[in-house]
């Protein structure tokens, strides 16, 4: 029943002052995850517009995309690929910088995880800025897959994440 799932999952996420640094309002998700009928929905939510949308690969972005990634492609029949930040993954990889508040990062996957058109779509926990998910679009496209889609729980609407992926559209679960 995905009309009851809007409470479910917000009634599950804790919000957590002050973390990771003075002045931030975090948004965990831990209980939620430690709820079975909450972490159904929110699996469920986040693979039910991409049933039948022919998706190869789900792409999940470390760390907690990682959580929602692999139940999402165990739903939609598809393999699951890692992204991982700079330096974690064995083998040749290809990656893609994007810019932090101070600094910037680098996402990665294998070179050889995503073949050349095959269909992907990316899961992750929070779109915020778009940084992250920005550059996971942009480096699946360089590695030749098709973006069918991005996939999150939850939107912070306060940050221009949405306006940063309008080419590829996300879908959230939860604005909040
Ligand atoms: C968080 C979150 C997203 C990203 C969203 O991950 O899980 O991946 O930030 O932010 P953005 O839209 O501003 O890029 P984080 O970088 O904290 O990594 P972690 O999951 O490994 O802790």
């Known amino acids: 029943d995905t009309a009851a799932a809007p409470d479910l999952l917000l009634g599950r996420i804790r919000d957590i002052p002050d973390f990771p ?11 939620l995850l430690n709820d079975p009928a909450a972490l ?25 995309g990682f959580i929602f990634g692999a139940p999402v492609a165990l739903e939609l029949g598809a393999g699951f690929v890692p992204a991982r930040k ?15 508040e101070y600094g910037t990062a680098t996402v990665e996957i294998h070179a050889d995880a ?17 940084g992250t998910g920005r550059a996971a679009v ?3 496209r360089k590695a030749g897959g098709t973006v069918v889609g991005f996939s999150v729980l939850m939107e912070l609407t306060a940050l221009p994440g949405r306006e940063k992926l309008s080419d590829v559209e996300p879908h959230a679960l939860l604005a909040v």
């Open 21 to 31: 640094r003075p002045g931030v309002l975090f948004k965990d998700i831990t209980p």
């Open 40 to 64: 159904a929905a929110a699996v469920a939510g986040l693979a039910a517009p991409f049933r039948g949308a022919g998706v190869d690969h789900v792409v999940g972005l470390e760390a907690r």
């Open 86 to 100: 700079a330096g974690k993954l064995p083998a040749s990889v290809i990656g893609q910088p994007y810019d932090l």
């Open 114 to 130: 995503v073949s050349p058109g095959s269909r992907v779509l990316i899961v992750d926990d929070v779109l915020a800025t778009g």
């Open 138 to 140: 942009d480096l699946v």
